[in-house]
């Protein structure tokens, strides 16, 4: 068990272009969560797999993103014509019906648009 | 829908001395409740949660934290802090995903 992994750990874009991120989380679990963190602020819920179905997506989540978890294994997070706003930490979990739903989370990425 | 209020921003304190980070969820039905820790430029670690059962619920790193339904409220404490404690503490909701608290920072001071 090598934990959730997060790359990459910081991306430095200019408004604009597209950036992508990857999250690999525990092999055994089936569901995979991305979450938002602004300076301060709690994380806030973005968007939920159960294997490769995305069962969830909050109204964060603009048409500027797109999640996706093909085969039900790494997930990668797009967000496409970057803005300044959308600088933040991204945080991805993983969980399983094995340990009760309970989170492990990853170290995050963080994202500076400028 | 569910919701969590944490009721102290930042939450200055001496080392050694005692701490209590206050908590207070809102839901409509029966929840997981769960307190994590964030250290700078880190992910969360889990420091506890409550499940069913025993309302008062032990942790990691000594911390501890007493479920009451009638205030639903979920309060974290801990007899003791050191230096190494400063870091953001997230209180958090379980009804189907988990929606965080704002956040309280402890600092501990020597």
């Known amino acids: 068990d090598t934990g959730v992994s997060q790359n990459p750990r910081h991306k430095i874009t200019k408004r604009g272009q597209n950036v992508t991120f990857r999250c690999d989380p525990i092999?055994?679990?089936?569901?995979l969560y991305w979450y938002r963190q602004t300076l301060g602020q709690g994380p806030e819920f973005l968007t939920y797999f159960q294997n490769e179905a995305q069962l969830e997506k909050s109204r964060l989540l603009s048409d500027r993103f797109s999640a996706e978890r093909p085969k039900g294994s790494f997930s990668t997070l797009e967000i496409q014509r970057t803005e300044q706003g959308d600088s933040a930490m991204y945080l991805c979990a993983s969980s399983s019906r094995q340990n009760n739903y309970g989170y492990t989370f990853g170290s995050g990425t963080r994202l500076t648009v400028v | 829908a569910q919701s969590v209020t944490q009721l102290d921003s930042q939450v200055p304190v001496f080392e050694e001395a005692p701490v209590e980070l206050r908590c207070n969820y809102s839901s409509s039905v029966s929840v997981y409740l769960f307190w994590y820790v964030q250290y700078p430029n880190q992910g969360l670690q889990l420091l506890l949660k409550y499940l069913s059962g025993s309302t008062l619920v032990k942790g990691i790193n000594g911390f501890e934290a007493e479920f009451n339904k009638s205030q639903t409220s979920f309060h974290l404490r801990k007899p003791s802090v050191h230096i190494s404690d400063t870091a953001e503490y997230f209180c958090?909701?379980?009804?189907?995903?988990?929606?965080f608290g704002q956040g309280t920072e402890l600092s501990v001071k020597p």
């Open positions: 092999s055994e679990h089936n569901r």
């Open positions: 958090a909701v379980q009804g189907g995903k988990l929606i």
